[in-house]
């Protein structure tokens, strides 16, 4: 199985938030702070293609919140 390409993190509004890729370690940011750097980012498309390829979840990629659980009104 082939790896989905890397290039477009190069144009990652987000590059070098975490020091590795361009995907950014969002954990420290507030959500709403992520959704708006997405919002802008010229290769969010790319990075939501690349997200879903990898089956990435508990992360803000390509202006979406992926989460592993679907969220829930119930309590803990
Ligand atoms: S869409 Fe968001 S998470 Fe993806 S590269 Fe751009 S800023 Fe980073």
């Known amino acids: 199985m082939t790896r989905p390409s890397t290039a477009w993190m190069a144009?990652?509004?987000c590059l070098g938030l975490d020091g590795r890729d361009g995907?950014?370690?969002f954990l420290e940011a507030r959500v709403a702070d992520q959704l708006g750097m997405c919002a802008?980012?010229?290769v969010a498309?790319?990075?939501l293609d690349y997200a879903r390829a990898t089956g990435a979840t508990?992360?803000?990629m390509g202006g979406?919140?992926?989460r592993?659980?679907?969220l829930t009104t119930?309590?803990?």
């Open 74 to 76: 119930e309590g803990t």
């Open 68 to 70: 592993s659980r679907p």
């Open 45 to 47: 498309v790319q990075c």
């Open 40 to 42: 802008w980012c010229p």
């Open 11 to 13: 144009g990652a509004a």
């Open 23 to 25: 995907r950014a370690d």
């Open 64 to 66: 979406v919140v992926l």
């Open 58 to 60: 508990d992360v803000v």
